[in-house]
């Protein structure tokens, strides 16, 4: 499963983005996707996932300004990023836990696409 991802760039505090992962390959079916985020110095943390069905999880410092959703038929994740804060500013990395034809489940991770909220 090869994942790419787009939409990231330098926005001002308060700013918006829109990310975008589109994920290809031999796919047999999605499961899981969505963004995990890594900062200088920091650990990666997740963002925001969401399943096939749709529910949603997101990590506490973006409820309420992110909003993370998906296109199944085109295997692909969109994340709005409103209300962005200096503190957001990070490597974004779409993630898919997916099964390919004649396999089992895995963890399929895309580059990262740099996100910097500065003014």
């Known amino acids: 499963v090869q994942l790419q991802a787009s939409g990231g760039g330098l926005v001002q505090p308060g700013g918006s983005l829109r990310l975008s992962c589109a994920a290809s390959g031999n796919i047999f079916s999605i499961y899981v996707m969505g963004w995990y985020r890594q900062a200088p110095g920091k650990q990666r943390e997740l963002v925001a996932r969401?399943?096939?069905?749709?529910?949603?999880t997101y990590a506490d410092s973006v409820k309420g300004r992110f909003t993370i959703s998906r296109d199944n038929g085109k295997n692909t994740v969109y994340m709005e990023m409103n209300s962005l804060k200096p503190e957001d500013t990070a490597v974004y990395h779409c993630?898919?836990?997916?099964?390919?034809?004649?396999?089992?489940?895995?963890?399929?991770w895309g580059q990262g696409t740099k996100v910097t909220v500065s003014s």
């Open positions: 993630y898919a836990y997916a099964r390919v034809m004649g396999a089992g489940m895995d963890d399929y």
């Open positions: 969401i399943t096939s069905g749709g529910s949603t």
